[in-house]
């Protein structure tokens, strides 16, 4: 053998030891802590080494037991961020994704590979209520979100031969809520983001719809360009959800392209479609598999209803990479409709996933984080220590301690962020922040197939004990 290669007895030998690591991974979660007691310093010490010139053979293992001993621990108590709880049988579905190792760039790459893409996206289309879009599996939001504009960009002002010094840049519209992907990718689409106008929201943090109107109608009587309305369907911090049905008769009033930031919220439709009535009327649309799928990191998707406007964006093929079929099976290509050419088997992990459990597993899983959600939501407003912050349209849930009657906002602040600080490294609960109005927020977001009702009620009990200790050490 050559010296990477690996017979099959070592490997079975060695996949069973990570098969046992993982096991015992899964057997303790739910005790362990949402944060490892760790520090900077000695991260640094256990896995900061030096490059091996000879292997270690077996003695590398040996590392993971720390690497899984720092890791923060997803279990039902972890509300950081919008973070998918990892669900096993998509695990498995990667480890034989990455033994195949296949480049799902076109049919001839990866018969099996690209069939089963084109078939998780139809899939995922018709789940959320958008059956005849099409797509492609992405590495996340941010990659979703930057295809779809970049679709936008070329439908209304083209660049991709001239480039945008040829004419004006164009306008996009998002709400002030709008997730930061899409600021980061006006830029790198050479927009620009003083072209992205930020269009005011209501009460409960939705764009509105008459704002928008007007921001357009001025914009094109000083003689800019409308391209495109980006609305959320699941703010990150609140998880609002915009008017959708009403920004898209705007948007095509006015010949625009409609794009849905859905990577937080849309999959959210299998469970509650009624939250998303006029999803369907987008061009395009972002969302997560890897948040309210609850599947391994990574996995976005793109959809769109309009594969030629993808091609138009995005096809560009050199010589070498010509198909060599006409047959619309055999001679697709993913890199004709994507930025990505080399591209990994993210779909297996999805199809595994959804074979075995079922379309309705994941609809009452994501029911029952909704519930959770006004559960939490209900138990906040029952402390008088306690101040909800923001709606709980979905499943993220805002909130503050309010210290005392006379403390000002400065205070308070200061006094929360001290909190979250210290709560987070207790590693009982597992919170994330946010900032509304000015106001900073505790923030839990239940996007956790593993999440029960104890877990929920541990929230509330974990604030209120820590408080107290937080008040003494910062003298207010």
Not at 323 to 352: C, H, M, N, T, V
Request: net charge negative; with cysteine.
């Amino acid at each position: 053998m050559n010296a990477l290669e690996l017979s099959a007895e070592d490997f079975h030998r060695l996949a069973a030891n990570i098969v046992d690591l993982c096991t015992g991974y899964l057997r303790t979660l739910d005790a362990r802590s949402t944060f490892p007691q760790t520090t900077g310093e000695e991260s640094e010490r256990l896995f900061d080494l030096d490059l091996p010139e000879h292997g270690m053979g077996d003695r590398a293992f040996a590392a993971l037991t720390d690497v899984i001993g720092k890791s923060r621990a997803q279990n039902g108590r972890f509300f950081g961020y919008v973070l998918g709880s990892g669900e096993p049988i998509g695990a498995l579905g990667d480890l034989l994704g990455s033994i195949l190792n296949q480049n799902i760039t076109a049919w001839r790459s990866s018969p099996a590979g690209v069939t089963v893409e084109r078939t998780v996206v139809r899939w995922l289309s018709e789940a959320v209520g958008c059956p005849g879009f099409v797509g492609t599996l992405t590495s996340g939001g941010s990659a979703a979100n930057l295809m779809g504009l970049a679709m936008a960009r070329e439908k209304k002002t083209p660049a991709n031969e001239q480039g945008l010094y040829a004419r004006k840049a164009g306008v996009i519209y998002a709400s002030e809520q709008v997730h930061m992907a899409v600021p980061k990718a006006v830029a790198m689409l050479g927009i620009g983001r003083e072209n992205l106008h930020y269009v005011p929201c209501d009460g409960s943090y939705r764009m509105v719809p008459s704002l928008l109107e007007r921001a357009i109608q001025q914009d094109e009587s000083q003689g800019r360009e409308p391209i495109a309305v980006i609305a959320s369907a699941g703010t990150v911090n609140t998880g609002s959800i915009d008017p959708l049905r009403e920004i898209a008769a705007i948007a095509r009033s006015h010949d625009l392209w409609m794009h849905v930031d859905g990577a937080y919220g849309a999959l959210a439709a299998i469970a509650a479609p009624e939250k998303f009535d006029g999803l369907a009327l987008a061009d395009s649309l972002s969302l997560d598999p890897h948040k309210w799928l609850y599947q391994p990191l990574d996995c976005g998707c793109l959809l769109y209803r309009d594969v030629g406007a993808a091609r138009s964006t995005f096809t560009y093929t050199g010589n070498y990479a010509k198909q060599l079929s006409s047959d619309p099976i055999e001679g697709f290509a993913f890199f004709e409709e994507s930025i990505e050419l080399s591209r990994r088997f993210r779909a297996l992990k999805i199809w595994l996933s959804l074979r075995y459990h079922g379309l309705h597993a994941f609809r009452a899983a994501i029911q029952q984080d909704l519930d959770h959600a006004q559960r939490l939501a209900v138990a906040i407003e029952g402390s008088a220590l306690l101040e909800l912050l923001g709606p709980v349209e979905l499943s993220a849930v805002c909130f503050r301690h309010l210290l005392n009657k006379g403390a000002s906002e400065e205070t308070l602040n200061r006094f929360n962020l001290a909190l979250l600080k210290r709560i987070v490294a207790r590693g009982k609960v597992y919170l994330s922040n946010a900032e509304l109005k000015g106001k900073f927020c505790l923030r839990a977001c239940i996007v956790n197939h593993l999440t029960k009702k104890t877990d929920i009620d541990a929230v509330v009990g974990e604030v209120l004990e820590v408080a107290p200790r937080v008040l003494s050490e910062l003298a207010i």
